[in-house]
């Protein structure tokens, strides 16, 4: 499966400068584990790390400037570090999939002349193969707006130490006829606030860079809510879950309809998982819809899910997004936390860790969380620690980075007790 190893964040909000994982800035890092939670206080950054995740995706759906200003971030201005460089920058670092070579992709977003936010470079590289040391050779260099790309799946252009757009044009230019030259096709983009990969990822003659675009295209972002998932949608089936929930019946219409054989054996492995829910079945309106049936324990009619607890809904949807046959490569999840039973956390957090780490292992999730009772089903190598420093900045630490920690857990001592216990508080 596609996985990122590490993200950089750079001046997006309280974000000022932060690694999480190994980057190609930091490739001696620990890469990122299929499952990663970030654990801290309120008001220290976890929703703007995830958040980062969203704009990141509404940047290429979107473009910068819709994306500034999409799900209320109120623009530009209200997203840039104060006393930042004036820029927002991002480096992620992933592979397509284990046996595959590592890209990394680096964004930064300014503001033009006229103060509207836009693409100020963007840059996909990859070293080559066999290369295991050395500098990675760029396939996409933008810079304003122009640069070069370089066609098929196996090489990229040579750079030198400053990656000057200007000088590599130049060579390409006094060279068409070499390989380099003939491999590479000078671009420059109409809209400079639309990200290149949103177009080259759409040509057949740029693989690479199409799935990489895929890749973020499939990134699922959970913004759950109980009131739109209690919604009555109209008939039709639908393949995932939307970020709010509000489609969950059409999913469950889809999910019988294409996979009717493991249908029921789906909800059954749900309603096993939810307290107090003996049975979870469907019934078919006259116009087509597909109705959720809760069978509770000592009630001999079944509740519908427009009058189920926030909870119950909640659970029942992230368990069914665990189930989906075609899931997202990426899914982040804010607070799972909020309306459930606590006692339900410690599993929730290992049904989890089973879709990322185990047989299934499809997707990489990314949870952030201020509930104990999720963290005690983790590993240290699994928990991101973000606190605010001095200066008023965030900054983050793997949990297996603080003293004694994993000894600790070694000895059984649940990581989320130590977490309440302070140990996993900065020095």
Not at 14 to 36: C, F, M, W
Request: glycine share 8%.
């Amino acid at each position: 499966m596609a996985q990122i190893e590490g993200i950089r964040i750079k001046n997006f909000k309280v974000l000022k400068d932060i690694t999480l994982g190994k980057v190609y800035s930091s490739l001696e890092a620990k890469p990122l584990q299929p499952l990663t939670v970030v654990i801290g206080k309120n008001g220290v950054g976890k929703s703007t790390l995830f958040d980062a995740f969203g704009f990141i995706a509404d940047c290429l759906s979107l473009g910068v400037e819709e994306a500034c200003d999409a799900r209320g971030r109120g623009g530009f201005d209200r997203l840039l570090t104060k006393s930042g460089s004036g820029f927002i920058e991002f480096e992620v670092y992933y592979r397509e999939d284990k046996d595959s070579r590592p890209i990394t992709y680096e964004l930064t977003i300014g503001k033009d002349n006229h103060g509207r936010p836009y693409v100020q470079k963007e840059r996909l590289r990859q070293r080559r193969k066999r290369q295991s040391t050395g500098r990675p050779f760029s396939f996409l260099i933008l810079e304003e707006g122009r640069g070069v790309v370089w066609k098929g799946e196996q090489e990229g252009v040579k750079e030198d130490g400053t990656a000057d757009l200007s000088r590599l044009l130049e060579r390409i230019k006094d060279a068409p006829t070499s390989e380099e030259g003939k491999e590479t096709e000078v671009i420059e983009l109409e809209d400079q606030r639309k990200l290149g990969i949103a177009t080259l990822g759409a040509l057949k003659q740029h693989p690479r860079i199409a799935k990489f675009r895929r890749f973020i295209e499939g990134w699922y972002l959970s913004y759950f809510a109980p009131d739109a998932a209690r919604s009555l949608p109209l008939a039709g089936p639908q393949r995932h879950l939307s970020i709010h929930g509000d489609n969950l019946a059409n999913v469950v219409q889809y999910m019988e309809r294409e996979h009717s054989e493991t249908f029921n054996r789906i909800l059954e492995r749900i309603a096993s998982k939810i307290p107090g829910v003996q049975r979870i079945d469907t019934q078919r309106t006259d116009d087509g819809r597909l109705l959720l049936r809760f069978n509770d324990r000592g009630f001999s009619s079944p509740f519908y899910a427009q009058q189920m607890s926030d909870g119950t809904l909640k659970m029942f949807s992230y368990l069914l997004l665990l189930e989906d046959p075609s899931p997202p490569p990426f899914i982040c999840i804010e607070e799972p936390e909020n309306g459930l039973y606590h006692k339900l956390l410690e599993g929730l957090a290992r049904e989890i860790r089973e879709h990322a780490t185990g047989r299934k292992g499809t997707s990489q999730v990314f949870v952030t969380t201020h509930q104990p009772y999720f963290v005690d089903a983790l590993d240290p190598s699994e928990v991101w620690v973000l606190e605010k420093g001095t200066d008023g900045f965030a900054r983050i630490k793997r949990a297996d980075e603080f003293p004694i920690v994993d000894n600790l857990v070694k000895e059984e001592i649940p990581l989320g007790s130590l977490w309440y216990s302070n140990y996993l508080d900065p020095v």
